[in-house]
């Protein structure tokens, strides 16, 4: 976790000078940039090269052999050193001497220092190649470059932090709050604000102080600047992501670098903190100096009398080993972490891609949000998911977790609220449930509490395990830890005679999956009902270690061959039908169009040709003539009335053909790959499916066939098509013909 991160440093400035008060690790080094096996020196060239001897005669290769190795460990060319490793660094920067804090010279610029453990007493004066006294001037600018983010590269390190400084009259003192326009107001807080230690404008160090009351000051008899920096060792260009690198660093600067400043920096202004605890360090520092005791013993006795020096430690080590950091300052207790993921942000971003859930894609109730999006890796928070809780006590007072310096009414009500849902939660409920029982709105009380207690790693979210544990598991690909120091704490934890050792229950659930029947965990491991509470707690003691990965059903649609030629055969005799049925129709109107209405003394014609047929018998006088010519052009106006007779008795036919995909036009078995969107012949495909079955079964397919496409598990379904199981299950049996089901990871 954090690879890169080297060391953690506390400089200051102040009257008295520039000074480097304590750092973590003793003795940072970074990581060589090159790892590269040498090869055994009594070993010729050519028998390393197998292209050559697979090119060469056996009597060359009998010749290369008696040649002398290559000495490889004095090849210029092969060994490769770090640039600037046998030099101090802070001579390429400054040519001013250099005096430490304890006022003895420093070492000769002609000394070389190297990256590994320095000696008594340098070992106070350089870290990482460079003087403690120019490190502390190149961490800590000029005081306009304060109170805000703080990046500096040189060579293959990187410095991140946020410098903080007195004012000019040297008083420690809140700079006013920026008040943002439509910003929420204190009403509006929720746990997803409490879960972090600031908010607003990331550049204000101020805590959040009622602009009513004055900003209280410190005097500070000498510090003027003072930086928490964190040591990077830049990646490599070739082995890291160009656009992730900057979202890498920003994450260490807002998550810990920035967090602890504000925190400090708050100290410092209410009872001049930080200058007290640099003076004790600084004190110590020079008597440890004096003693000729090295670094070592001086960071021993630093812990016992600082409260920042054992926090960094404490936020390093935690850093390293990817988990909380629980440090206090000033009896202030501070919760600090990193994304558990952050590291991948520096390989290529394909790995990326399934880190978060895009909200253009999905629901954007259904994220995390965006300060969790980024190297956390988490589940969809979805309503028919559930919490699993972690620790074995789960005894953690919500009013411990949610205090800090300017505890309210707010936070007393969050932490009421928070009691209510821990006594509620369960693997057994759903997150919607959870929600019913406790008469909140999902989205607005349930999932605030969910992303705070997974933010601070006290839960996780999981899928639903069922009353009776018929949930089907599989194994995972590996374990976190070793299979026998999970079997020790396995049997530690459950003594029980009746519930066997741990390699066996792993060995019958994957023996169980394999076979694909009674795969469900009470089926092939609990197999009676008086078990089952004690097989929770087994549960749960898996599902905590990763041990346990939850498979869903999952439901596609299959269009088998019986049906499409029974649909395509249904299609062509409804289509003759029809055929039929118009030329009736049209022999019909062909007879009635040329009798004479006998009441109205004309033909049945249209009004166009009536008009002319009057005006055809005003202008002659012979009437024979004319009814003959008339009589011509009925039957002209009776074919047209054939022609729209005969189209609109195949405009159904045409309407349901409406976007017809030739292309599935076959008759050998295919998928229905999204029942939602089906096309006009999938639709016929589905309708015909529902042919002979019951009223009820045939309408609720209709209405979750949707959710059909192999995508949605078994539990979303029932939450967004509003059933029961026992009815999803009626729906696939009478359907089985039809469905193909499988079970697969969510």
């Known amino acids: 976790?954090?690879?890169?991160?080297?060391?953690?440093?506390?400089?200051?400035?102040?009257?008295?000078?520039?000074?480097?008060?304590?750092?973590?690790?003793?003795?940072?080094?970074?990581?060589?940039?090159?790892?590269?096996?040498?090869?055994?020196?009594?070993?010729?060239?050519?028998?390393?090269?197998?292209?050559?001897?697979?090119?060469?005669?056996?009597?060359?290769?009998?010749?290369?052999?008696?040649?002398?190795?290559?000495?490889?460990?004095?090849?210029p060319d092969y060994c490769w050193q770090r640039p600037n490793a046998l030099r101090d660094r802070s001579l390429s920067f400054t040519q001013v001497p250099n005096h430490s804090i304890s006022g003895r010279n420093s070492p000769s610029r002609d000394r070389s220092y190297s990256f590994e453990k320095a000696t008594s007493p340098d070992e106070y004066d350089h870290v990482l190649g460079y003087s403690a006294e120019f490190l502390a001037n190149l961490l800590c600018p000029h005081r306009s470059m304060c109170h805000q983010k703080f990046e500096l590269i040189v060579d293959d390190l990187a410095f991140i932090g946020h410098p903080v400084c007195a004012e000019s009259d040297g008083d420690w003192r809140f700079k006013p709050e920026k008040i943002k326009t439509g910003s929420r107001g204190r009403e509006d807080r929720d746990l997803d604000n409490s879960a972090s230690p600031h908010t607003g404008d990331p550049t204000s160090m101020s805590p959040e102080i009622p602009t009513s009351e004055p900003s209280p000051?410190?005097?500070?008899?000498?510090?003027?600047?003072?930086?928490?920096?964190?040591v990077l060792d830049l990646p490599d260009p070739s082995s890291s992501a160009s656009g992730n690198l900057t979202k890498y660093f920003n994450t260490l600067y807002e998550q810990i670098a920035f967090t602890l400043t504000a925190v400090l920096y708050q100290e410092q202004v209410l009872s001049n903190f930080v200058e007290a605890e640099c003076d004790t360090l600084t004190a110590l520092k020079e008597s440890c100096i004096s003693k000729g005791e090295p670094f070592s013993k001086y960071a021993v006795q630093a812990f016992e009398v600082s409260s920042i020096a054992p926090a960094m430690k404490t936020i390093f080590e935690a850093i390293k080993s990817s988990s909380m950091a629980y440090v206090t300052i000033n009896y202030l207790p501070l919760e600090l972490q990193l994304p558990p993921y952050l590291d991948t942000l520096l390989h290529s971003q394909d790995d990326q891609e399934a880190d978060f859930i895009d909200p253009a894609d999905d629901d954007p109730s259904l994220t995390w949000g965006e300060h969790m999006n980024l190297g956390w890796k988490l589940p969809t928070m979805a309503p028919w998911?559930?919490?699993?809780?972690?620790?074995?006590?789960?005894?953690?007072?919500?009013?411990?977790?949610?205090?800090?310096?300017?505890?309210?009414?707010?936070?007393?009500?969050?932490?009421?609220?928070?009691?209510?849902?821990?006594?509620?939660?369960?693997?057994?409920?759903?997150?919607?449930?959870?929600?019913?029982l406790l008469d909140w709105d999902l989205e607005s009380q349930v999932y605030p509490i969910v992303r705070w207690l997974v933010l601070h790693r006290r839960a996780k979210v999981v899928d639903v395990v069922h009353d009776g544990l018929k949930t089907a598991f599989a194994l995972p690909p590996k374990f976190g830890a070793p299979l026998s120091q999970l079997s020790d704490e396995f049997q530690e934890a459950f003594p029980h005679p009746a519930i066997p050792p741990l390699p066996e229950i792993l060995a019958t659930i994957s023996t169980a999956m394999s076979k694909q029947t009674d795969s469900h965990f009470f089926a092939s491991v609990v197999k009676a009902k008086e078990l089952i509470p004690m097989y929770h707690h087994v549960v749960l003691w898996m599902l905590k270690r990763d041990m346990l990965i939850t498979l869903h059903l999952r439901i596609r649609v299959v269009a088998t061959s019986e049906l499409k030629v029974r649909v395509k055969t249904e299609r062509g005799l409804k289509a003759s039908a029809k055929s039929v049925s118009g030329g009736s129709d049209r022999q019909k109107h062909r007879r009635s169009g040329s009798d004479y209405d006998q009441t109205h003394g004309s033909f049945l014609l249209s009004p166009r040709t009536a008009h002319k047929f009057s005006r055809r018998l005003s202008s002659n006088e012979s009437g024979r003539s004319e009814i003959s010519e008339l009589n011509f052009d009925s039957e002209a106006t009776m074919l047209k009335v054939e022609e729209v007779s005969g189209s609109n008795s195949n405009s159904e036919l045409d309407e349901e053909d409406s976007g017809w995909d030739t292309t599935e036009d076959h008759l050998w078995p295919s998928m229905i790959n999204d029942p939602g969107k089906a096309?006009?012949?999938?639709?016929?495909?589905?309708?015909?499916?529902?042919e002979g079955k019951e009223p009820g079964i045939a309408k609720r397919f209709e209405l979750i066939n949707q959710y059909f496409d192999g995508k949605k598990s078994d539990d979303e379904i029932l939450y967004r098509a509003e059933i029961t199981r026992k009815q999803l299950r009626e729906v696939l049996h009478h359907y089985e013909e039809y469905l193909q089901t499988f079970l697969h990871p969510s």
């Not at 009013?399 to 821990?422: K, S």
């Not at 096309?679 to 529902?690: D, E, I, V």
Request: charged share 25%; hydrophobic share 40%.
């Open 385 to 436: 998911k559930t919490l699993l809780l972690l620790g074995d006590d789960n005894d953690m007072d919500p009013h411990m977790a949610l205090r800090g310096p300017h505890e309210n009414a707010d936070d007393r009500t969050l932490a009421e609220g928070l009691v209510r849902f821990l006594e509620t939660a369960s693997v057994t409920l759903s997150l919607s449930e959870m929600a019913n």
């Open 217 to 230: 000051a410190s005097k500070s008899t000498w510090l003027h600047t003072f930086h928490l920096a964190l």
């Open 679 to 690: 096309t006009p012949m999938q639709r016929r495909w589905l309708s015909a499916m529902s």
């Open 1 to 75: 976790m954090a690879e890169s991160l080297l060391a953690i440093l506390l400089v200051t400035t102040s009257a008295k000078g520039s000074n480097l008060v304590f750092r973590w690790p003793e003795f940072p080094s970074p990581s060589p940039r090159l790892g590269r096996a040498r090869p055994d020196e009594s070993l010729s060239l050519s028998q390393l090269d197998n292209p050559w001897r697979a090119s060469h005669s056996q009597e060359a290769l009998e010749k290369a052999e008696v040649l002398p190795a290559h000495d490889y460990g004095r090849d």
